[in-house]
């Protein structure tokens, strides 16, 4: 594994049908996927991806990956905080983890960047560091495309009233008088530009916020169950496998 001091630039490889399960990092990153492939779970969304996608994960943001039959190689490495400031001045909505599908173009980056990631010259930290932000513009470029395709505002600020508490018993009616839409309307909106229903995404909300206290508590899974919102230890199970295909139990134990 060879990195850029600057950028924390490194190539990784992961191995066929492993799986990373549901964890979050401290700072945002930037990867482009150079072969393979993997399903990753972000924000309630899954989604596949293969040689040339270019995705951005925001710091904290939980999330949990399944790769391919022949595993998966990726460049990553972590924008500056002046980088992120000049993308999200820019309508870059890096909150949502915004992604670009493969283009031979961004492969053809990807390939030089990792070739400047194995040089052992003076200029090659240059040289990666000038390619690792073309990235950066593609990702802009690709999401001002796309600005006219995000959510309403309104409904962005409903998903982030459900990601700060996703332990609150949110009621459709609640959200949609806070919306000032039709209960109908912002159920549908919210399928449509999320692609599952409020109750899905609360209860994958709930599960990952759950699966952080597992991976760094020793408290009961009762205690943990009420903090996140579930009503006792079988409907706790019952979503927690749901969402993340096992359950609380055999989470914990994976995860010593």
Same mark, same amino acid.
């Given at each position: 594994?060879?990195?850029?001091?600057?950028?924390?630039?490194?190539?990784?490889?992961?191995?066929?049908?492993?799986?990373?399960?549901?964890?979050? %990092?401290?700072?945002?990153?930037?990867?482009?996927?150079?072969?393979?492939?993997?399903?990753?779970? @972000?924000?309630?969304?899954?989604?596949? %991806?293969?040689?040339?996608?270019?995705?951005?994960?925001?710091?904290?943001?939980?999330?949990?990956?399944?790769?391919?039959?022949?595993?998966?190689?990726? @460049?990553?490495?972590?924008?500056?905080?002046?980088?992120?400031?000049? $993308?999200?001045?820019?309508?870059?909505?890096?909150?949502?983890?915004?992604?670009?599908?493969?283009?031979?173009?961004?492969?053809?980056?990807?390939?030089?960047?990792?070739?400047?990631?194995?040089?052992?010259? @003076?200029?090659?930290?240059?040289?990666?560091?000038?390619?690792?932000?073309?990235?950066?513009?593609? $990702?802009?470029?690709?999401?001002?495309?796309?600005? =006219?395709?995000?959510?309403?505002?309104?409904?962005?600020?409903?998903?982030?009233?459900?990601?700060?508490?996703?332990?609150? =018993?949110?009621?459709? +009616?609640?959200?949609?008088?806070?919306?000032?839409? %039709?209960?109908?309307?912002?159920?549908?909106?919210?399928?449509?530009?999320?692609?599952?229903?409020?109750?899905?995404?609360?209860?994958?909300?709930? =599960?990952?916020?759950?699966?952080?206290?597992?991976?760094?508590?020793?408290?009961?899974?009762?205690? @943990?169950?009420?903090?996140?919102?579930?009503?006792?230890?079988?409907?706790?199970?019952?979503?927690?496998?749901?969402?993340? +295909?096992?359950?609380?139990?055999?989470?914990?134990?994976?995860?010593?």
């Amino acid at each position: 594994m060879n990195h850029s001091h600057s950028l924390q630039l490194h190539v990784s490889r992961y191995l066929p049908n492993s799986a990373m399960a549901a964890h979050r %990092h401290d700072e945002a990153w930037l990867c482009l996927v150079l072969g393979g492939s993997y399903q990753e779970q @972000i924000h309630a969304r899954q989604q596949e %991806h293969g040689p040339g996608d270019l995705l951005f994960c925001p710091a904290h943001a939980v999330h949990q990956q399944r790769f391919g039959v022949t595993g998966a190689v990726k @460049i990553l490495f972590s924008p500056s905080p002046q980088s992120q400031e000049y $993308l999200l001045e820019r309508g870059v909505a890096l909150d949502c983890a915004p992604s670009l599908r493969g283009s031979p173009q961004l492969l053809q980056i990807g390939t030089r960047l990792a070739c400047e990631l194995s040089v052992d010259d @003076i200029f090659a930290p240059l040289a990666a560091e000038g390619l690792a932000l073309e990235l950066l513009a593609a $990702l802009g470029r690709g999401e001002e495309r796309t600005l =006219a395709a995000q959510p309403p505002p309104w409904l962005r600020r409903l998903r982030e009233c459900i990601d700060e508490g996703p332990a609150v =018993a949110w009621s459709l +009616d609640d959200l949609a008088r806070q919306a000032g839409r %039709h209960p109908v309307h912002v159920a549908r909106s919210f399928r449509t530009w999320y692609g599952c229903t409020m109750g899905e995404y609360v209860r994958r909300m709930r =599960a990952e916020k759950a699966a952080l206290l597992l991976r760094f508590t020793r408290r009961p899974l009762l205690d @943990i169950a009420f903090e996140c919102g579930f009503a006792g230890a079988a409907q706790f199970s019952r979503s927690f496998k749901a969402a993340l +295909d096992m359950t609380p139990s055999a989470y914990r134990q994976a995860m010593r």
